[in-house]
């Protein structure tokens, strides 16, 4: 057996006993739902090759890790100019704190909290005519599969719920940094973030971030090399809410995770490495994932810096 596998399916049975240490998001009652004991992982190099170990045909809500194409689709269209929107500061505080937008005339820290992500669905939404079918196309393409699509009960069980999210985009609009409507904007965030995908699917369709801006499903240009680069910079400064720094620290990759239990990580010009075990700690984070890119991190002797 090579290398990378071998250390899968050790990380596999050594992140399987961290079980039962971690919830599963309840805030949104359909997450809730899901079978929290579950683990996969997956890591494709740039040269193509794919890893996995544990559930990695289960496909499952991708949650915050959609901010990361939202803000690339908006990047595209605004460029520089969209950073008169939301800032590019970590927010210290968790993902959906409301706290600072009153504080800093409703300018979120940064785009991949909900306030910042917000901000910009919003952005997306003057601009692009038909925003959901140009992210689903998107998704398609660069995962490689035309089924991928979002759960329908999961979108509704947030929209539904959608309380704080909502209130953090009438702030914004009471100081004019929100210009559609706002339940218009929620009911796509929510699509966005309930599209379900499996290790493998989500390492694809963003082999991007590892590949200079090139996706490895279609070899076209996603998002240009500076962008890329900024975004990785972003993934790592905020990617992680107010555990990035220890994310920094412990791992020491740019990474994004979301509540449903993924975390991506990225090793830039070698792995996009994806971890999924629903199970979160205090800050939302997967607890078998943060465990599974340390050992990963550490055994491949990944040092960036
Ligand atoms: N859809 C979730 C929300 O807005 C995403 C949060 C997350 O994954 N951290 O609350």
Redesign the pocket.
């Known amino acids: 057996m090579d290398q990378i596998t071998s250390l899968l399916n050790t990380i596999n049975s050594e992140c399987r006993s961290l079980f039962g240490q971690g919830q599963v998001?309840n805030?949104?009652p359909e997450l809730a739902k899901i079978k929290p004991q579950q683990f996969a992982m997956a890591v494709l190099t740039v040269d193509g090759e794919i890893y996995t170990t544990g559930d990695a045909k289960t496909r499952f809500?991708i949650?915050?890790?959609?901010?990361v194409l939202t803000l690339s689709l908006a990047l595209q269209r605004y460029g520089e100019s969209l950073w008169q929107r939301v800032g590019k500061e970590p927010s210290g505080t968790a993902?959906?704190s409301l706290i600072q937008l009153e504080m800093e005339n409703g300018v979120p820290r940064n785009p991949f909290i909900?306030a910042g992500?917000l901000a910009v669905c919003d952005a997306l939404q003057s601009r692009v005519s038909a925003p959901l079918h140009h992210y689903l196309e998107t998704v398609r393409q660069l995962s490689g599969n035309s089924k991928i699509n979002f759960n329908k009960s999961v979108s509704k069980s947030?929209f539904k719920h959608?309380f704080?999210?909502a209130a953090m985009a009438n702030l914004m609009k009471s100081f004019n940094n929100f210009d559609n409507d706002v339940d218009a904007v929620l009911s796509n965030?929510?699509k966005y973030?309930?599209i379900e995908m499996n290790v493998v699917e989500l390492a694809k369709t963003f082999s991007f971030l590892a590949n200079k801006g090139v996706s490895q499903t279609t070899k076209e240009t996603f998002i240009s090399r500076k962008q890329n680069s900024q975004m990785n910079s972003l993934m790592f400064t905020s990617g992680l809410?107010d555990a990035a720094g220890d994310f920094a620290y412990r791992i020491g990759m740019p990474g994004k995770?979301?509540?449903?239990g993924a975390i991506l990580a990225v090793v830039p010009e070698r792995y996009t490495v994806v971890v999924w075990s629903p199970e979160l700690n205090q800050y939302?984070n997967s607890v078998a994932g943060l465990h599974a890119l340390e050992l990963f991190a550490k055994e491949m002797e990944i040092q960036l810096f």
């Open positions: 998001a805030y949104i809500s949650q915050s890790i959609s901010k993902f959906n909900n992500a947030e959608r704080r999210n965030y929510c973030c309930a809410y995770s979301g509540v449903g939302g």
